[in-house]
């Protein structure tokens, strides 16, 4: 081992965080595993439900329903197509699959399963995925940063990204309602909870204001939600009033709300997300202003178009601008 | 139409000349079209339609019937032959075939047809499904079958690989895979495009029990299927089945092998002529 002192690495530095590393920051309200007990609540009351991974169960939460039921609980192997094709066959013989992996395997290594066996056959597959976005410190193996826009281009697909535990709690019996495939970003392990405070349901299709502003609106989908809401807080301390639009649904698109509350004159109009820049929440939003006659000044939060890099989260949060701080430094620049 | 049990049925030669006779009928109507697969495989969807499967042709989604997943969709021709030689799809749909708003699109599409079990084209999909259909079958404690028909080509594709290892972790001894070994793929001969002999041997090694027989001696199909349905090991079924290209109408036999084969306007009588010279005792 190297002497400290000698090096340019001999300072004290955060160390990468591990592959799954919570999002949850130091002494925040958490939750642990809440799809993996969603799942487990739902599945009391419907026999047809039933999880599938690909050798990803403890690490997707749903370890917690394979303890609850073994015999419903199909180890598929570490292999992602097969998953997806499996699971359009357990749909097609009438159950509910819930089936889950990383997002970067979903989205990337899996896709055509999915458009081809899923999608386009319309099979009632419910696809929940962990590591969304940035929240792996492990490299762009694991950073699932264009999930969003490569699900929303699926035809039939219904594409959610859950803020915190509460939400994700309320979204499994939703879309198990709900006929037809789902893509869910799944949070795993100790969730952070946020919305519990906010007297808020999710709602399939629906955004929620979740806080009013009239100098700033800030339109969020997923863990960017909780950085806004933090980050609108901070700006109130500067004066700054911020509005909090949270679009957990980034299809089908809540268009009436997002252009109800960007329609309101006065305010910059950012959109944050955990996502590539490229074709997530942001350009929907975009797109949508646009085509509907709705210029208000446009911002965008969100991870740029490159390979992000690894190491320790809160760091990368700060590189890459969604850190509640950084979300703060840019709209106070922007308003300037 | 008659089921295949009455003495008046006709019999799996006539069954798989009138697959045959549909086939070239549809490819007529497009003047193109996969022609020379679906003359190899028809003896082997006959032994399937007519001897094997049970299904209700008045009645295409009826839950006790064994699935037919066509993991190589552009193989549809023929398949669309077998399900109106089954009496699932109206005869008189045969002059749809490939047109705008049709049941019969060129690839196979489980939302387009009746019988049409998933959605082929994108090689290499249907054993995962069968793979989860046939789980879902034992959840269901039900005694259907699945059988699934794809190419060898998609032995290329890492998926069926994923897909034949699973079958036979989870015992699926409800799926019988049957591979269509015609030597041909878009670019030239399967075996040159990336070599998956010795195949009896990489499935026996991989859990399954096989059986390899000639594709186009009906005999011999009747008696590998019979086995596939009967075997007592709790293992997934392969028949590997080796078929001839165009087989049935000598002059396209004899082309020169083409994945897509061409078939002049005029040829597509010769051809039924041929094959209904061929068929004669």
Redesign the interface.
């Known amino acids: 081992m190297k002497s400290a002192g000698s090096t340019p690495w001999a300072k004290p530095r955060l160390t990468t965080s591990a592959m799954i590393a919570s999002i949850a920051a130091e002494g925040q309200r958490t939750r642990p595993a809440p799809f993996g007990h969603a799942l487990v609540e739902l599945a009391r009351g419907r026999e047809d439900v039933?999880g599938m991974t690909a050798d990803l169960g403890k690490y997707t939460d749903l370890h917690i329903f394979a303890q609850a039921f073994p015999d419903r609980y199909?180890q598929?192997?570490m292999?992602e197509?097969?998953l997806?094709?499996?699971?359009?066959?357990?749909?097609?013989?009438?159950?509910m699959?819930f089936a889950t992996t990383y997002a970067v395997f979903a989205s990337r290594r899996a896709y055509?399963?999915i458009h081809?066996?899923i999608a386009?056959?319309?099979r009632n597959v419910k696809i929940a995925c962990a590591l969304p976005g940035l929240t792996s410190g492990y490299g762009p193996s694991h950073q699932a940063v264009e999930d969003l826009a490569l699900f929303r281009a699926m035809p039939n697909m219904t594409v959610i990204d859950p803020c915190d535990a509460h939400e994700i709690e309320q979204i499994v019996p939703v879309i198990a309602a709900h006929r037809g495939p789902v893509y869910m970003r799944v949070l795993r392990g100790q969730v952070p909870l946020v919305l519990d405070e906010y007297n808020y349901r999710f709602e399939l299709g629906k955004a929620a204001l979740l806080r009013d502003g009239t100098d700033v609106l800030i339109i969020s989908s997923g863990i960017m939600t909780m950085r806004a809401l933090e980050a609108a807080q901070a700006l109130s301390d500067d004066r700054v009033s911020a509005a909090v639009l949270h679009v957990p649904t980034i299809k089908p698109l809540d268009t009436a709300a997002i252009l109800h509350e960007a329609g309101k004159p006065g305010r910059l109009v950012v959109v944050a997300e955990n996502h590539t820049v490229i074709g997530g929440l942001g350009e929907a939003v975009a797109t949508l202003l646009m085509r509907s006659g709705v210029h208000p000044p446009f911002r965008q939060i969100g991870l740029p178009d490159e390979f992000l890099a690894a190491g320790a989260l809160p760091t990368l949060h700060d590189r890459y601008g969604i850190s509640t701080a950084e979300v703060k430094r840019q709209i106070k620049a922007w308003l300037r | 139409m008659a089921t295949p049990t009455l003495e008046n049925a006709p019999t799996l030669a006539q069954r798989a000349r009138y697959i045959r006779r549909n086939a070239l009928l549809m490819g007529e109507v497009q003047g193109q079209g996969y022609i020379a697969q679906a003359l190899d495989i028809a003896d082997v969807l006959a032994v399937a339609y007519f001897h094997a499967m049970r299904f209700r042709a008045e009645d295409p989604a009826w839950e006790g019937r064994d699935r037919f997943l066509l993991s190589n969709g552009h193989y549809a021709i023929a398949l669309y032959a077998a399900l109106i030689e089954a009496g699932i799809i109206p005869e008189a749909e045969l002059e749809t075939y490939g047109f705008d708003e049709s049941r019969l699109p060129m690839s196979g599409?489980?939302?387009y047809t009746p019988g049409m079990?998933?959605?082929g084209?994108?090689l290499?999909?249907g054993?995962?499904?069968?793979?989860?259909?046939?789980?879902?079958?034992k959840?269901?404690k039900s005694a259907a079958r699945i059988f699934t028909l794809f190419s060898d080509g998609e032995l290329d594709e890492?998926?069926k690989w994923?897909?034949i290892?699973?079958a036979s972790?989870h015992k699926l001894d409800n799926l019988i895979a049957i591979v269509d070994v015609n030597n041909q793929q878009a670019d030239g001969p399967s075996k040159q495009m990336l070599g998956f002999e010795p195949l009896v041997d990489k499935l026996e090694a991989f859990g399954w029990f096989v059986q390899r027989v000639d594709g186009n001696d009906l005999d011999a199909v009747v008696a590998a299927f019979d086995a596939a349905m009967t075997h007592g090991e709790p293992k997934p079924r392969m028949i590997v089945a080796d078929t001839l290209m165009g087989k049935g109408v000598p002059f396209l036999e004899q082309r020169e092998k083409n994945h897509f084969i061409r078939v002049e306007p005029h040829e597509w009588q010769l051809a039924l002529s041929a094959l209904n010279a061929g068929e004669q005792p």
């Open positions: 039933v199909y598929m192997g292999a197509q097969l997806f094709a499996a699971a359009s066959g357990l749909a097609a013989e009438g159950f699959p055509d399963f081809q066996t386009e056959e319309d | 599409m489980a939302s079990e998933m959605s084209g994108s290499g999909l054993l995962g499904i069968a793979v989860g259909m046939a789980l879902g079958l959840r269901k890492g998926s994923e897909a290892m699973s972790h």
